[in-house]
């Protein structure tokens, strides 16, 4: 009973966060998105089983070479995304590089731990999947091709996530819509910047 009543008196806060987050997204973004011109699609549902598929095709300014060594940049992946999280262990062994993750995030209050190992396939195919952590589920697929004269990359993205804690579908869903558009908005402004050294 106790904890039933904990998570009613949490609800209107994360409410009020969830709101307060979108009112300024919109604000700052525009209400058609900054990152529209970037990105071809991006699709975001919840899953029937749990947990929420995103599927996105990025245009990225760079060659899908550029992109990889920016993706497998394992110490440096919270420089890639907006939302506060720090890497507590790093290692690669036989090509698998496995990261721990440590995420703080304003609607999911607490530091949540992911655990990831990846691996580069060939054809351009960086794998990620769940180790352990405070996740159920957790795949990432990036595939990157060149195009146009080959100096430009194009990216199919498919993540499947499904959070351990208490946390609506919904929620995460709108959650991964905005993180994922900042963070193929930083991948995007990371690879200028390498471009411009």
């Not at 009973?1 to 987050?21: F, H, N, T």
């Not at 999911?108 to 769940?130: F, I, Y």
């Not at 180790?131 to 080959?150: C, E, I, M, N, P």
């Amino acid at each position: 009973m106790q904890l039933r009543d904990k998570c009613r008196g949490a609800l209107p806060v994360v409410l009020c966060l969830l709101i307060s987050q979108i009112i300024l997204w919109i604000f700052v973004t525009g209400p058609h998105g900054a990152w529209a011109a970037d990105i071809d699609r991006l699709d975001v549902t919840t899953e029937a089983r749990g947990g929420v598929r995103a599927t996105a095709r990025v245009l990225f300014p760079a060659k899908p070479a550029s992109v990889q060594v920016l993706l497998t940049d394992y110490q440096h992946w919270p420089d890639l995304f907006e939302t506060p999280m720090r890497v507590a262990e790093w290692n690669i062994h036989e090509g698998v590089a496995t990261v721990d993750l440590r995420i703080t995030h304003s609607v999911m209050p607490g530091e949540h731990r992911l655990v990831t190992e990846s691996r580069t396939l060939p054809n351009g195919v960086l794998a990620t999947d769940l180790k352990s952590g405070d996740f159920k589920r957790y795949h990432r697929v990036w595939t990157l091709q060149a195009v146009g004269d080959g100096t430009q990359t194009s990216a199919d993205f498919e993540l499947v996530v499904e959070p351990a804690f208490m946390v609506p579908d919904w929620l995460v869903a709108m959650v991964t819509r905005q993180e994922l558009e900042t963070h193929f908005r930083l991948l995007r402004q990371k690879l200028l910047e390498r471009a411009a050294r």
